[in-house]
């Protein structure tokens, strides 16, 4: 199967940046769009931004301007660099995934990571 393995949560100082990483590992013949989502307590989970692997970016409103979203196709590597960090953006990481698992089908399944935290103290 495939497993998403993120890494680089912390806890930082509002303007501070960190950056997240997320490897995609298993049976993968390619992944279409890599996104990160994340979920603050008692709030739903939201998208903060996606790239498709031709590079395409969409980045949350709330973060446009401050966080950049990569990859490298190579390594089925997905990064978010996050700057200029607020207490708001406080919240669990989430990595996700929709791998091809075989070059006979167009059909792509969604994969999540387990999730890392990051914490904003003002």
């Known amino acids: 199967q495939v497993q998403l393995v993120e890494s680089g949560g912390g806890l930082v100082q509002a303007g501070g940046s960190l950056t997240l990483s997320c490897v995609a590992s298993g049976s993968i013949f390619s992944i279409n769009v890599m996104a990160w989502y994340r979920q603050a307590p008692g709030k739903q989970r939201e998208l903060v931004a996606a790239i498709s692997s031709a590079g395409r970016t969409n980045y949350a409103d709330s973060v446009k301007g401050r966080f950049t979203i990569s990859r490298d196709n190579a390594k089925n590597t997905v990064f978010l660099r996050m700057n200029s960090l607020k207490p708001e953006d406080t919240a669990v990481y989430y990595c996700?995934?929709?791998?091809?698992?075989?070059?006979?089908?167009?059909?792509?399944?969604?994969?999540w990571g387990q999730g890392t935290q990051v914490t904003v103290s003002s």
């Open positions: 996700n995934a929709d791998v091809r698992l075989t070059s006979y089908s167009d059909r792509a399944l969604n994969y």
